[in-house]
T-cell receptor
């Protein structure tokens, strides 16, 4: 898993509650990403970070916010969870290699919003 | 907007046969990645293709990239059961502050029968 952990691994919550997912890396990689995976859609980028306190939106960022206060941690927050945010969430990391290197993915978090 | 399409989405084949998965994308890019995902697991990197005409091989899998046709192929030779998985291609939607903004195909679920 390239030194990436995600917590929690499974979560069930109710509509309207806030949820925070954590991605932790031990590789000191500069770039971190959050994706969601849904059937028929592959993976879609939610947000990414290019350094501490530096983040930007991906293609499906509505309803999500992120924070990165330390190199090793990247947090994804659902301020008010909705059923449409039921998904499997993957964190990934990469290094600035001009694209020569791949992204390495964490084990995933399965989130169910009732 | 970059779109990535894979076909077929589902593929059932016999052991020992050859087949090809296709990945088409809609805008110019010379960075394409292939991943494998086993059920309930994370994504594992297979190949990184970075230039027109690039070809990479690992065991029974061979990937190629034609940037002019905006097409990548993943060829499976003499399939074995262990290759059963879902395969994703992903295209880098342009370097953005060094981050890789990957756009994924929908995935091809490959089942190899004895």
């Amino acid at each position: 898993d390239a030194g990436i952990t995600q917590s929690p691994r499974h979560k069930v919550t109710e509509t309207g509650t806030p949820v925070t997912l954590r991605c932790h890396q031990t590789e000191n990689h500069r770039y971190m990403y959050w994706y969601r995976q849904d059937p028929g859609h592959g993976l879609r980028l939610i947000h990414y970070s290019y350094g501490v306190k530096d983040t930007d939106k991906g293609e499906v960022s509505d309803g999500y916010s992120v924070s990165r206060s330390k190199t090793e941690d990247f947090l994804l927050t659902l301020e008010s969870a909705t059923s449409s945010q039921t998904s499997v969430y993957f964190c990934a990391i990469s290094e600035p290699s001009g694209g020569r290197d791949t992204q390495y993915f964490g084990p995933g978090t399965r989130l169910t919003v009732l | 907007e970059l779109k990535v399409e894979q076909n077929p989405l589902f593929l059932s084949m016999q052991e020992g046969k050859n087949y090809t998965i296709y990945c088409n994308y809609s805008t110019t890019s010379d960075r394409l990645y292939w991943y494998r995902q086993d059920p309930g697991k994370s994504l594992e990197s297979l190949f990184v293709l970075l230039s027109n005409g690039a070809v990479k091989q690992e065991g029974r899998l061979m990937a190629s990239l034609d940037t002019k046709a905006r097409l990548s192929t993943l060829h499976i030779t003499a399939a074995v059961h262990d290759l059963s998985a879902t395969y994703f291609c992903a295209v880098d939607d342009g370097p953005n502050l060094g981050a890789q903004k990957l756009v994924f195909g929908q995935g091809t679920r490959l089942t190899i029968n004895p």
